[in-house]
């Protein structure tokens, strides 16, 4: 195995990665992405170890359409990001997995012979690591032990899902070490949906385990949620004379549990009075007709809600079909409606327990007011705090990222590169190649 890292690394220092690294990151990030791998590779060469290895990078995402649309079985667009959970792992023969993440200085193990949720785990990386074995187990999968050293690269609290991509990549592993890499992406989502439920206890969708696991641009259709309806969508946001980024305005998620419960109950609450448990299937006429009764059983809000829900379903699927013909402007157009709807009336931009608190319709009044209709812009994700989406002319983004980080700090706005699909696998080698 050292030699093998070894002979790895200087293939990595004679540039034979390069253009692999500036597919994922972009050119500017190549001197910065060498020396992580090289930093992981030295962590893990100084670890006397035999067996198969594999090195995986799993990205963050982005949710680019369908916001507050998948627990009501409705339509979502979404990407997965150059930001990644990187990892090299290797098989080992005792029934047990050990993880050291960059950053932690506690070492994660977690037995095979007890893959049982435990209380005192929760909300702790362990239970990602003993929730995801569990899963692929129950599932089916052959689950053994690995050592693995993981860089995480997606920045945690502004909406590109870490721990989807943590859950993620522990799957890929056990797919390419101990499965022929046979996993499919879906399952490896839900395996990873299946760890932070009830390992991890949070009752978190699918969708960003899905965009992770799937990479590129996908539209996830939840219209049976057991069996999403998913496809790639195969645009290159790259070419497009356009800049997509996040903005993070500093807003903390804390004590906003409650706002985020009552989106999806209050819709389904709507939806109850019009005889459907979730809103799919329901139409704009279908609550017109019925708003006087929605009112007094659902209450106001419940009824901008539901029709926030439905609207922006079909538009997250016109979002897809607007990228498949190559249609940027459009796309825009559509964007645009979405961050209005998200305002107006799905009301997930502040909380109201924290009226005095507004980053985000702040940060979102700034970029139409800099950007002056050319561009897009937009909540990104669950809302009430954390990021803000922008889509911004290439020849404007400098300046656009200088306007925001005077009013919002330094290092606050991400510019973001698609990832492409198929990739995920950088290096592999079989026990039976020596080393």
Sequence with gaps: MRETVTAFSRHLEDGGLDALLAEFYGEEALPVQRQRYQALLHRMERCELAGRAVLVSVPGRTELGGNHTDHNHGVVLAAGVHFDCLALAVSVDEPRIRVRSEGFADEIEVSLDDLEPRPEERERPVALVRGVAHALRAAGYAVGGFDACVSGGVPMGVGLSSSAA???????????????????????????????????????????????????????????????????????????????????????????????????????????????????????DDVLAAAPRLRREAGDRAVLRLLHFIEESDRAAAEAEALDRGDM??????????????????????????PLAQPIPLALTLSERFLGGDGAWRIQGGGFAGTIQAYVPA?????????????????????????????EVVFRRDAREGG
């Excluded at 385990?209 to 195969?234: K, M, T």
């Excluded at 796309?331 to 305002?343: E, H, P, T």
Aim: with cysteine; net charge neutral; glycine share 10%.
């Design 166 to 284: 943590f859950e993620v990549c522990l799957g890929r592993i056990l797919s390419e070490l101990r499965n022929g890499g046979r996993i499919d992406p879906v399952t490896l989502a839900r395996c990873g949906q299946a760890a932070e439920n009830i390992h991890f206890g949070k009752p978190c969708g699918l969708m960003d385990q899905l965009a992770c696991a799937c990479q590129g641009v996908v539209s996830i259709d939840f219209a049976d949620p057991g069996n999403p309806a998913v496809r790639n969508v195969d645009f290159d946001f790259e070419g497009s004379g356009y800049r997509l980024a996040v903005v993070d305005t500093g807003g903390s998620h804390a004590d906003l549990t409650p706002d985020y419960a009552a989106i999806p109950e209050e819709m389904r609450r709507a939806a109850r009075v019009l005889g459907r448990e979730y809103a799919r299937g329901l139409t704009v």
């Design 329 to 354: 402007a459009g796309f825009l157009d559509l964007v645009r409606a979405s961050g209005d709807s998200s305002w107006r009336l799905l009301q997930n931009c502040f909380s109201p327990s924290q």
């Design 395 to 423: 020849d404007r983004f400098e300046a656009y990222r200088a306007f925001m980080e005077g009013v919002f700090g330094p290092r606050s706005v991400l510019p973001l590169h698609i990832r492409r699909p198929g990739r």
